[in-house]
């Protein structure tokens, strides 16, 4: 059975939605599931533009052919070969002998180091600004490297404006039968799951996302459709994206706001998180978002970094170390280059306090353009009564800092 889109009248979206695979990449979970975009334009020429995960092959294969009723596939650009899309390429290939295959060099040395079999098929490689057409369609090649892979490309069709734009502007989160995004809530049903996407993935490229966004500018004006290979098609408001993009790969914060993440075995760190949440909120910024660390997935952890624009953490000594998920999060952090945030320090311990000062070495030393405020609390075992004055504190300089 196929379950197919239209984005264009000769342009279909032959992707599919996975619910199974609980993590992506084996390591992000995705409760809400991912979608595998694949796409065919009937031209006088017909192409896909790019193919899907194992997991979501058959699916694919149905769709394809209903959509080509009979036709033969004559193209397929790839885009991308990592094997969440490139991994059904062979079936397409034993299924369409003589489909021929456009790609980059890079993208061709990947498809070869991955052993994907391309035998007895032509193989076209393009490089940046070449044009092809396919009958009334004409498309454009932009290098996108080091968005996510050293051999990405993106591909603009001339005549309709669709961008292929391969994991930029991707997202978690399956599409169930809608397609575009104004068929949803993105505030409030996606974006959470694209920021997830976007700054756990490719976070660590965010200036080769600026260089790609630098390249595309001069054709922005050009694009009607930007279709990625994850998540929605976007048909309209590219300027809401675009912003999104804008400070994720430039490490500005989304918000001001304060995200706490607690590490704390018996509760007396996640106590002091709680009362810091109150008293901010209290003293009125209520945007304000408490994480334990031991029970937030360090994807969503990081996502949350990418939109608050000041972070306290509070963790218990372990061993004259950081708690180990504490110190987790700060290595995943340093690993994608976060930069740019206000950071408050709360430590504690009974007999050897050392989580602070260990904190603020990897901000300070590890990563770039962090501010990190002199007032620590620290706290031996237990905050007691007569210490609130210092919570106080610390409440007032992250406020102070905010009005700077
Ligand atoms: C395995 C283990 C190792 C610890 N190592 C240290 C340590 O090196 N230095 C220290 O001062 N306290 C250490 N502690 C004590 C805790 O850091 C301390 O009791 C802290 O107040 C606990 O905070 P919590 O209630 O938020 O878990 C350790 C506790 C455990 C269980």
């Given at each position: 059975?196929?379950?197919?889109?239209?984005?264009?009248?000769?342009?279909?979206?032959?992707?599919?939605?996975?619910?199974?695979?609980?993590?992506?990449?084996?390591?992000?979970?995705?409760?809400?599931?991912?979608?595998?975009?694949?796409?065919?334009?009937?031209?006088?020429?017909?192409?896909?533009?790019?193919?899907?995960?194992?997991?979501?092959?058959?699916?694919?294969?149905?769709?394809?052919?209903?959509?080509?009723?009979?036709?033969?596939?004559?193209?397929?650009?790839?885009?991308?070969?990592?094997?969440?899309?490139?991994?059904?390429?062979?079936?397409?290939?034993?299924?369409?002998?003589?489909?021929?295959?456009?790609?980059?060099?890079?993208?061709?040395?990947?498809?070869?180091?991955?052993?994907?079999?391309?035998?007895?098929?032509?193989?076209?490689?393009?490089?940046?600004g070449?044009t092809?057409?396919?009958?009334?369609?004409?498309v454009t090649f932009l290098?996108?490297?080091?968005?996510?892979?050293?051999?990405?490309?993106v591909t603009l069709d001339l005549?309709?404006g669709a961008l292929?734009?391969?994991?930029?502007?991707?997202?978690?989160?399956?599409?169930?039968?809608?397609?575009?995004?104004?068929?949803?809530?993105?505030?409030?049903?996606?974006?959470?799951?694209?920021?997830?996407?976007?700054?756990?993935?490719?976070?660590?490229?965010?200036?080769?996302?600026?260089?790609l966004l630098g390249k595309a500018a001069p054709v922005l004006d050009q694009v009607k459709?930007?279709?990625?290979?994850?998540?929605?098609?976007?048909?309209?408001?590219?300027?809401?994206?675009?912003?999104?993009?804008?400070?994720?790969?430039?490490?500005?914060?989304?918000?001001?706001?304060?995200?706490?993440?607690?590490?704390?075995?018996?509760?007396?760190?996640?106590?002091?998180?709680?009362?810091?949440?109150?008293?901010?909120?209290?003293?009125?910024?209520?945007?304000?978002?408490?994480?334990?660390?031991?029970?937030?997935?360090?994807?969503?952890?990081?996502?949350?970094?990418?939109?608050?624009?000041?972070?306290?953490?509070?963790?218990?000594?372990?061993?004259?170390?950081?708690?180990?998920?504490?110190?987790?999060?700060?290595?995943?952090?340093?690993?994608?280059?976060?930069?740019?945030?206000?950071?408050?320090?709360?430590?504690?311990?009974?007999?050897?306090?050392?989580?602070?000062?260990?904190?603020?070495?990897?901000?300070?030393?590890?990563?770039?353009?962090?501010?990190?405020?002199?007032?620590?609390?620290?706290?031996?075992?237990?905050?007691?009564?007569?210490?609130?004055?210092?919570?106080?504190?610390?409440?007032?300089?992250?406020?102070?800092?905010?009005?700077?």
């Amino acid at each position: 059975m196929h379950i197919v889109r239209k984005v264009t009248d000769d342009l279909y979206w032959i992707g599919a939605n996975d619910h199974r695979l609980t993590l992506f990449e084996n390591i992000h979970p995705i409760p809400e599931g991912v979608s595998y975009n694949a796409y065919v334009l009937l031209d006088e020429q017909t192409v896909l533009f790019d193919t899907v995960d194992w997991d979501a092959c058959r699916q694919m294969m149905e769709n394809l052919e209903y959509v080509l009723d009979g036709r033969d596939l004559d193209v397929v650009v790839v885009n991308h070969w990592e094997p969440d899309h490139a991994a059904s390429l062979q079936a397409v290939l034993a299924r369409y002998p003589n489909a021929k295959i456009v790609s980059t060099e890079k993208g061709f040395m990947i498809c070869r180091q991955f052993g994907f079999r391309t035998e007895g098929h032509e193989t076209v490689e393009v490089k940046e600004g070449d044009t092809m057409s396919f009958g009334t369609h004409t498309v454009t090649f932009l290098e996108a490297p080091m968005v996510h892979w050293p051999e990405p490309m993106v591909t603009l069709d001339l005549t309709n404006g669709a961008l292929f734009s391969a994991d930029a502007f991707g997202s978690f989160k399956a599409l169930d039968g809608k397609l575009f995004n104004d068929e949803v809530n993105y505030e409030e049903g996606w974006i959470d799951s694209n920021r997830r996407y976007l700054v756990n993935i490719v976070g660590k490229y965010g200036p080769h996302i600026m260089k790609l966004l630098g390249k595309a500018a001069p054709v922005l004006d050009q694009v009607k459709f930007i279709c990625p290979l994850h998540g929605l098609v976007w048909r309209n408001n590219f300027d809401y994206l675009l912003d999104k993009y804008q400070h994720w790969a430039t490490y500005e914060p989304e918000e001001k706001g304060v995200l706490i993440v607690y590490a704390s075995m018996y509760g007396n760190t996640e106590q002091v998180a709680q009362a810091l949440a109150l008293e901010l909120v209290e003293k009125g910024m209520t945007n304000v978002q408490v994480r334990d660390v031991s029970n937030t997935h360090v994807s969503y952890l990081i996502a949350d970094v990418f939109r608050y624009s000041h972070i306290v953490f509070a963790s218990c000594t372990y061993n004259l170390g950081i708690f180990p998920p504490m110190h987790n999060f700060l290595l995943d952090m340093k690993a994608l280059n976060v930069q740019n945030r206000t950071c408050a320090i709360v430590e504690s311990g009974s007999w050897a306090i050392r989580s602070g000062d260990l904190i603020h070495d990897i901000l300070d030393k590890e990563m770039k353009q962090m501010t990190i405020l002199n007032e620590r609390l620290s706290v031996a075992s237990h905050l007691h009564e007569s210490e609130t004055e210092d919570l106080s504190i610390l409440a007032d300089s992250i406020l102070d800092s905010m009005r700077e």
